[in-house]
């Protein structure tokens, strides 16, 4: 049984002692409602630890006033046995209060990458990630940090801010992992209809066969996926063209040093995907 653990002193107790045996800790943050996606992060984890710590804090700070901080789905009993099957060593699952037990004066913000894509649409989200990441990693103290390629912006901000900040802690990125029909697996999937759930797919198969096409101009592929997401019952939140290292535009697609990032509204679940050419 893993152990779980609401402390943040307690959580660091347990790590010194891990580490006084010499053992490597892998960190898996997370904000619970574990999928297989979640689970291919933990099995990665393991391959450059000894032991494994998932956390599960669905974090207030990175959601806006009118997202779905309220609605995100939480299933902690379920993610218990995930971990437990996975042989996770401890969940560190503090509460609000923990986390933030006086109001924070003090915040972690990227200024540079965290401006387009889901920064744009978001505002202030990043600022909540790197935040809490922060205190994660001050909570959890890993040598190793797992994070998916999903959150293609979050994972190129703090692999950033860990370089920006001197953190002592290696980062590793994770494949996508998807569903049989191949839309990217998200805790929010849950929240799709039926007949949204039946679409959503066709985000990805729209990303999917951009290199084997011929259109390499941003703006004739944008008006493309309004057009096919418009179809579905989808809103595009954002198609962009972007190098994957800066984040900046890109009018044209260039082999090899593209990200094409995209965020499509259903009904009000909002859905991220993105493809590296
Ligand atoms: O990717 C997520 O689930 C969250 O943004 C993270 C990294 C756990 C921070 O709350």
């Known amino acids: 049984m893993p152990k779980i653990i609401q402390s943040i002193k307690a959580m660091q107790q347990q790590v010194k002692t891990w580490r006084k045996n010499d053992h490597l800790v892998g960190l898996v943050p997370t904000m619970g409602c574990l999928h297989e996606g979640h689970l291919s992060l933990i099995r990665e984890a393991y391959k450059h630890a000894d032991k494994v710590v998932v ?18 789905p939480r299933t902690f009993e379920e993610d218990i046995e995930k971990c437990l ?22 915040w972690v913000d990227e200024e540079e990458l965290s401006k387009g894509l ?38 190129l901000i703090i692999k950033k801010m860990i370089l920006d900040l001197n953190f002592s802690i290696d980062m590793i990125i994770a494949p996508t992992v998807r569903e049989y029909d191949e839309l990217a697996m998200s805790s929010r999937n849950l929240l799709l209809t039926a007949e949204h759930r039946l679409n959503a797919p066709q985000i990805y198969q729209f990303l999917k066969q951009i290199p084997k096409s011929n259109v390499r101009s941003t703006r004739t592929l944008q008006q493309n996926f309004a057009e096919k997401m418009s179809a579905i019952g989808g809103q595009v939140d954002y198609f962009s063209v972007v190098s994957k290292d800066s984040l900046l535009p890109i009018e044209e697609i260039e082999e090899e040093n593209t990200l094409i990032a995209v965020a499509v509204r259903m009904g009000p679940v909002r859905l991220i995907d993105n493809i590296f050419i």
Do not use: W
């Open 85 to 106: 099957k996975e042989g996770v060593h401890a969940i560190f699952n503090p509460t609000i209060e923990d986390m933030y037990p006086v109001p924070q004066t003090t």
């Open 118 to 155: 889901c920064g744009a649409s978001r505002p202030g989200h990043f600022r909540g990630v790197t935040s809490v990441v922060t205190k994660l990693f001050n909570a959890c103290l890993p040598d190793v940090a797992v994070f998916g390629q999903k959150d293609a912006q979050q994972a």
């Open 55 to 72: 956390s599960i804090f669905v974090n207030p700070t990175q959601f806006g006033p009118n997202e779905d901080f309220a609605q995100y």
